[in-house]
């Protein structure tokens, strides 16, 4: 019986235009000034000193930024590039500049399980912050108190076995009473080889995999039938 539900983002909850037409390209255009700004923060300057540790280099402020968005257009999942992101997009959506999308039926189907009892994670390559900011500017209003925990790259890379055993073990349930939702197969692959029951949405024009469940949407997922 499924306990806890770990769910995607991108392409899953949310439309892959949103986060590619909007959230990325925003973040393009103000990381130079972002950086300039608050160089000297804490927080920020603790990913600027993480970007030059994963280049190997003592790259002065122009050197990290060109960094950063070369990371960007080469669509990196990167932790310090996207803890930056987020801080970006904090701005936009404090400022109105775009909401949170996030589909109908996920919305529905997510406020139900909590209803249920169902313990509601998010497991996303985006920053931890990235992922309040979404949900919590969402289309539908602050839909942050669904959800029990965040995951980001800072746990395991989303195509490795391991990061959802750790995924399981910090949830406290067992891998098959926790179902993964994603659209992209590789992650799914590893979700079940980590014994993590899996159902793949399949929205747009995603590869299907026929080694698991397919769901069009959030309504076509059935948990008595897993």
Known sequence: MIKAIVTDIEGTTSSLS????VLFPYAR???ADFVRRHADEAEVRAQLEEVRRRVGQDLDLDGVIRQLI?????DRKITPLKALQGMIWETGYREGAFTGHVYADAAEKLRQWHEQG???YIFSSGSVKAQQLIFG???FGDLRPLFDGYFDTRIGAKREVEAYRCIAE????PANEILFLSDIVEEL???KQAGVQVVQVVREDQASWPGCRQARDFGEIDLDSL
């Open 18 to 21: 949103f986060v590619k037409d």
């Open 29 to 31: 255009k103000h990381m």
């Open 70 to 74: 070369r990371w960007i257009d080469e």
């Open 118 to 120: 169902i313990r509601l």
């Open 137 to 139: 500017h969402s289309d």
């Open 170 to 173: 910090a949830i406290g349930r």
């Open 189 to 191: 692959e590893a979700a």
